[in-house]
């Protein structure tokens, strides 16, 4: 079992946990994802490590509240302890030889595009961060992007976080500018994702997009989180999370995200109901 060390509501249904995990902070690397279960008779989820600290032995996850699983964990405080805490897993962010990045995070997914940025900027890579939100209220981890970032561009959707208008605006702008690349790594929703890529594929520069499907048993036994990647069928836990975004079918991604929508409403909505009976 693993204790909470700190717990922080970073916005609205966004919370981040440090974790007491000395073994699995040893090991891991930005990119990589860890999976656990809130108590024993919870489902396993895939949450990527968001930051560690390899002295302290810990590791900070972040995690939006959508279904029962991470409903469950919202709840948990300081001195609790999860069931299980396993990890790493997947590959890690690929980082060598690169001296000119554009890192891009939707939402949620800048939980897990910092970590990179950190890395990237650590090693002495010229590293551009765009940053994508719907308002100012669900913004995230800006003075850590800020700290880790040769250059921060902030964007939202009304305008009050930054500019107005998409993470695919601003990248265009660079792009357009005469701005050039070595890679531009993206992470968030899949949509803001085949977005990206669809851009970048018309610019010619090499693309990396964190796949986050579902995930059951992160050992690529279950096939949840297959996906089709240059025409062959890959699984996200054990050949990714990072794909080539230009190979990737995001329509068959999306549809099969789009598969278990209902079931996890029905979860979460029993969850929520048997904490307000609790109280």
Do not use: W
């Not at 520069?205 to 059951?216: E, G, L, Q, W």
């Amino acid at each position: 079992m693993n204790k909470i060390l700190a717990r922080q509501e970073l916005c609205k249904n966004i919370t981040l946990l440090r974790i007491d995990a000395p073994l699995v902070a040893r090991k891991c690397e930005p990119g990589q994802f860890i999976i656990l279960r809130t108590d024993e008779n919870s489902e396993r989820i895939p949450l990527t490590v968001a930051d560690f600290d390899r002295e302290e032995g810990s590791v900070t996850i972040i995690f939006q509240v959508v279904g029962a699983t991470t409903e469950k964990l919202n709840h948990l405080m300081p001195g609790d302890y999860l069931q299980d805490f396993a990890g790493p897993l997947g590959r890690m962010t690929q980082t060598d030889g690169l001296k000119k990045v554009c890192v891009i995070g939707g939402g949620v997914g800048c939980a897990i595009a910092y970590p990179v940025a950190k890395k990237l900027h650590a090693l002495g890579a010229h590293t551009d961060v765009i940053i994508g939100f719907r308002n100012k209220e669900l913004a995230i981890l800006d003075e850590a992007f800020s700290a880790h970032s040769t250059r921060l561009i902030r964007m939202s959707d009304d305008g009050t976080y930054g500019d107005k208008g998409f993470v695919t605006d601003a990248l265009k702008k660079l792009l357009a500018g005469g701005e050039t690349y070595d890679e531009v790594i993206v992470i968030g929703p899949l949509p803001m994702m085949k977005a990206v890529c669809a851009l970048t594929k018309e610019y010619g520069v090499k693309t990396i997009a964190s796949m986050n499907p579902v995930m059951i048993d992160g050992t690529g036994m279950c096939g949840g989180c297959r996906l089709t990647v240059g025409g062959q069928v890959k699984f996200a836990c054990v050949d990714g999370p990072e794909f080539d975004g230009h190979l990737i079918d995001f329509d068959e991604a999306m549809a099969r995200n789009g598969q278990y929508r209902e079931f996890e409403r029905h979860a979460y909505e029993e969850t929520c109901n048997l904490f307000r009976e609790v109280k």
